[in-house]
Every structure is written in structure tokens, then in C-alpha cells.
């Protein structure tokens, strides 16, 4: 019985963690350039004393779908979607070089440019742009940042910095746990000019929000099926200590 009760109680807990990242991609599905996490099973042999044939499933997150969400246009000028593939260069909470598609850019208390979520967007120099004050903004389709500034007359403009973009190879990012995309070893990527932006646009998450809600009502389904299990188990395990009990 105890083996019944293992492999119930082993399957509950997985479903949990499929339904961990099903919902946590569910509830994106409207952050801008949201990447969703894939979810599988796959099959582990269980260790110790038994036959080879023994397993069970592993809930797993082996990768993050890449694909571009829709280009919606806002008419903002500091909205920024990437135009097909690449990234913008950010800085984490750590100080390390991170990657997001989130182009919702703002002006913090410090006058540097961040994203939606407060990180400090990367300039092609190497440090977070800072910005002087300015009567009007620009961001050119290869990120440069062109502004008018304070007090200066309408023809007069300046090229302050250009937005850090990269392009890297597929499989060279990972999600971390904030959201951000990462290299392995927290390296910073080289500056990709063939990367694109579009200003005035802002990319949806690609989420696709049937398909997980669908998949979070067939994982509490499976989540019932393993409990009543369990129960089973439990019911047999006394049904069995009663018998020996008349003997």
C-alpha cells in the first residue's frame, strides 16, 4: 500500500507544479512581452530496492516559448517593441546585464530611462541611460535616443544615446526567477545593429490564454484523480489491518 500511496502523493505534487507554471502564465497573459514558460513530464525511475521499470512523472519547465506576441500601437513615443528578433539590454536587481521585450520605458526619480518594472535600460556604452531634461523625445528604429532639450529652440536637437540591443543565439538565454532573461554565466551580450525597434508600439505577451486555462482545469482534474487515490489507499490499508486483526 505504501508504494499506491508514494505514487499517488508523487503525482498530486506534480500536477501542483504543472499548475504552478500553467497559472503563472495565465496570469501574463496581458503583461507586455511576456514570454511563456513551457510546461512537461517526463518520465524518473524510482531509486532504490525494485524492478528497473518502476517510474514516475516529473513536472519540468524545460524552456520559455520565444515567439513574438502582436505589435500593438500606442502613438506613446516611449514605447518601444522590438521588430522581430532581439532584445533591449537592462540591469537587474543584482547589477547584472539582463534581457527583456518589455518597451513600456519611463523616467525614474533619476532621470534614467527604466522599464515598466523599474529596471535601468542599457545604453551601447555600456551604462544605464541617463537623461537631461528635455521638451521632446525621440527613439529612432535602430534605438537611438535623440531629444530636444530644455529651453533650446525647436530645430535644435541632440543624439543623447542609443538603446542597447542584442541578438543572441537560440538556447543562450534563460528565465531567471524575476522575469528577466539571462546568459548562463551573467555575461554581457555584444550590441546587435541589425536589431530593429519600432517606437509608438508595444509588444503583447504571447500567451495563449485558452490553451492555458484548459491546461490549469485538466491538471485539477489529474490533482483530484491522485487524491481519491490516496484515499483509496488509505481505505485498503485498513480493510487489509482488519482482516489480519481476526486471525
Do not use: C
Not at 50 to 78: D, H, I, K, W
Not at 101 to 108: A, C, F, P, T, V
Amino acid at each position: 500500500m505504501d508504494k499506491v500511496l508514494y505514487l499517488a502523493m508523487s503525482g498530486a505534487r506534480e500536477n501542483m507544479r504543472s499548475q504552478q507554471a500553467h497559472a503563472n502564465n495565465l496570469a501574463n497573459a496581458t503583461t507586455t512581452g511576456f514570454k511563456a514558460d513551457f510546461a512537461q513530464a517526463r518520465a524518473m525511475q524510482v531509486e532504490g530496492d525494485g524492478f528497473n521499470s518502476r517510474v514516475y512523472a516529473m513536472a519540468e519547465r524545460p524552456g520559455t516559448n520565444m515567439s513574438s506576441g502582436t505589435l500593438m500601437q500606442t502613438g506613446r513615443s516611449m514605447d518601444v517593441a522590438i521588430d522581430g528578433d532581439g532584445w533591449i539590454a537592462t540591469i537587474d536587481a543584482d547589477g547584472n546585464e539582463a534581457y527583456t521585450r518589455q518597451g513600456e520605458l519611463q523616467i525614474n526619480s533619476l532621470n534614467q530611462l527604466v522599464t515598466h518594472s523599474g529596471d535601468q535600460v542599457m545604453g551601447n556604452g555600456g551604462i544605464p541611460i541617463t537623461l537631461p531634461p528635455f521638451e521632446q523625445l525621440e527613439i529612432g528604429g535602430d534605438g537611438t535616443i535623440t531629444i530636444r532639450p530644455a529651453g533650446d529652440a525647436a530645430s535644435e536637437l541632440a543624439i543623447l544615446d542609443r538603446i542597447k540591443l542584442v541578438n543572441p543565439d537560440a538556447g543562450e538565454l534563460f528565465k531567471g526567477v524575476d522575469g528577466m532573461m539571462h546568459t548562463g554565466n551573467n555575461q554581457p551580450l555584444l550590441p546587435d545593429a541589425n536589431v530593429k525597434i519600432r517606437s509608438g508600439f508595444l509588444e503583447s505577451s504571447n500567451v495563449n490564454s485558452i490553451s492555458e486555462l484548459t491546461s490549469v482545469i485538466d491538471l485539477a482534474r489529474q490533482f483530484e484523480m491522485q487524491v481519491k487515490m490516496m484515499k483509496t489507499a488509505e481505505e485498503n490499508s485498513s480493510a487489509a489491518t482488519q482482516i489480519l486483526s481476526l486471525q
